[in-house]
């Protein structure tokens, strides 16, 4: 096994980090079917006259113009991790269909995280020559069209049931349905159990009510950080460390194939931060060259900033870093805006962070038949790149929204766990960190009114204080605790 460094400032913008789009699948599983119609050398039929009496019918319609008339699992059972399966979507135009039409599909777990996508899956969405082969301007009005799309459940899957949605694209617009609930754009079809009892999974979720806070104390003007992968200066080491935890649950799972820890330290420079990743299979898979890889397929960290501090979605930043050390940057209007499906560009991506970033790979990158350890990524964002906050660097005092993930194969973990409230974009479940110096006191809070409650707990570590380098000998005191965080909309992912 060997150790890789991979070092330097950001040089290589490795493109969008698609948001996490909810999808969801019927009640039932799904399998390589018998009873989907074939010609007689095997081929699926596309077209039928009318739909097969055995479908489970929904009434899903599409600006007026294209229904979901049913879907069929074709397989008894459960959709169980690693499982190849088959979902059928039975479609009909109401009418002679306008070109540049795109049908979307995904799989989605219980909490939302994209598993699966699913636009280009089975015989009637395949690309042939980098087109469609059969969409929807095609399509004679009356008909059904069948469309089978064929996949294997990720063996990360892990909660207690997945969904499937659908959806109609032209551009960058989504059709609007109604007769079933939205996911971002995209339409449940149905639901599946995944074999999982459903108090042991990832959905049930930890209470909602608080995010993670950390008192992060400004470095010592003669400290000094090396940006080389390595994380050994005395600063970082005496930095508290938070933990990352599951996205859905906000539970720490010690037997988890993907765990981390992550760090931040700031100064008048920038915001420095860490990451410690497990990982027993490194995987970067991509080519310096490549334009716009999608970082969040494999394994990659990500940093998340909103710098006004009231989550509210508004004007925040998302920073990727991969075991190559390639960099997807983006800055968003606001809540996965703008955003073009299904390849992007997602955000406004023309910004750059001026992140510099070094990642240390403790293994053998892309090499699948060895044991890893995991990574260490370490990187500098300069506050001078993040012109939507109210003020660079924060004053003392200051209160941004950030969350720190891991990423393995679209899923992983997380400081401030989203709980099911949407995807990893969604600002109100983002931590807090408070910007304070070394002896700096928050001012004291108001009295609470006769008979008030104190907050409860939140998970990961509510009011963990994060110290610089050679800190007090008496611990700084706490901050105030956090104010619960806004109730996710109805149709969030």
């Excluded at 293994?363 to 260490?376: A, E, I, N, Q, R």
Aim: charged content about 25%; glycine content about 10%; hydrophobic content about 40%.
């Amino acid at each position: 096994m060997k150790r890789r460094v991979v070092r330097g400032a950001q040089s290589v913008r490795a493109g969008a980090f698609a948001a996490v789009m909810g999808v969801s699948l019927l009640a039932g599983a799904v399998g390589c079917s018998r009873s989907d119609p074939t010609t007689e050398t095997g081929v699926p039929v596309i077209v039928l006259d009318e739909a097969p009496k055995d479908i489970k019918a929904r009434e899903i319609e599409f600006d007026g113009k294209i229904r979901v008339l049913g879907v069929k699992m074709n397989q008894g059972g459960v959709l169980r991790a690693g499982r190849r399966v088959s979902f059928t979507i039975y479609w009909q135009a109401k009418e002679k269909l306008e070109p540049g039409l795109k049908m979307l599909a995904a799989l989605l777990d219980d909490a939302g995280e994209r598993l699966v996508d699913l636009d280009d899956a089975g015989p009637l969405r395949e690309l042939r020559d980098g087109k469609p082969a059969h969409p929807p301007d095609t399509w004679i009005p009356g008909k059904v069209y069948v469309d089978q799309l064929t996949f294997t459940v990720p063996k990360n899957v892990k909660t207690w049931r997945v969904k499937i949605v659908a959806g109609i694209a032209k551009g960058e617009e989504k059709l609007k349905a109604t007769g079933t609930e939205p996911h971002d754009g995209l339409y449940l079809v149905g639901t599946s159990g995944t074999g999982i009892k459903r108090g042991r999974d990832s959905s049930a979720p930890s209470d909602d009510s608080v995010v993670p806070e950390v008192r992060l104390d400004r470095l010592d003007a003669k400290a000094k950080i090396k940006i080389d992968g390595k994380l050994d200066e005395e600063a970082w080491k005496e930095t508290s460390q938070v933990k990352l935890v599951n996205i859905a649950t906000g539970k720490f799972e010690r037997k988890a194939a993907l765990q981390g820890r992550a760090r931040l330290l700031w100064s008048k420079e920038g915001l420095y931060v860490g990451f410690d990743v497990g990982d027993k299979d490194v995987v970067g898979g991509f080519k310096a060259t490549d334009k716009d890889p999608h970082l969040w397929t494999k394994d990659t960290v990500e940093i998340m900033i909103d710098p006004d501090g009231d989550g509210d979605n508004q004007d925040y930043y998302e920073i990727q870093i991969n075991p190559q050390n390639l960099v997807f940057d983006s800055h968003f209007d606001k809540y996965n805006e703008p955003k073009t499906e299904p390849d992007g560009p997602f955000g406004n991506q023309a910004w750059s962070s001026g992140v510099k970033s070094a990642v240390v790979v403790d293994g053998t990158l892309d090499k699948s038949d060895d044991k890893d350890s995991g990574y260490t990524v370490e990187a500098l964002i300069p506050w001078k790149s993040l012109s939507k906050a109210k003020k660079t660097p924060p004053a003392l005092g200051d209160t941004w929204r950030i969350n720190l993930y891991a990423i393995q194969e679209n899923s992983g973990v997380a400081w401030s766990p989203i709980l099911g409230k949407g995807n990893l974009h969604f600002a109100p479940r983002f931590g807090k960190v408070l910007f304070a110096e070394k002896d700096w006191k928050p001012a004291e809070p108001v009295a609470a009114a006769s008979g008030a409650t104190p907050s409860p707990a939140a998970p990961n570590g509510v009011n963990a204080v994060v110290q610089a380098a050679k800190p007090p000998a008496s611990a700084a005191p706490a901050a105030p605790a956090p104010a619960a965080p806004a109730a996710a909309p109805a149709s969030s992912k």
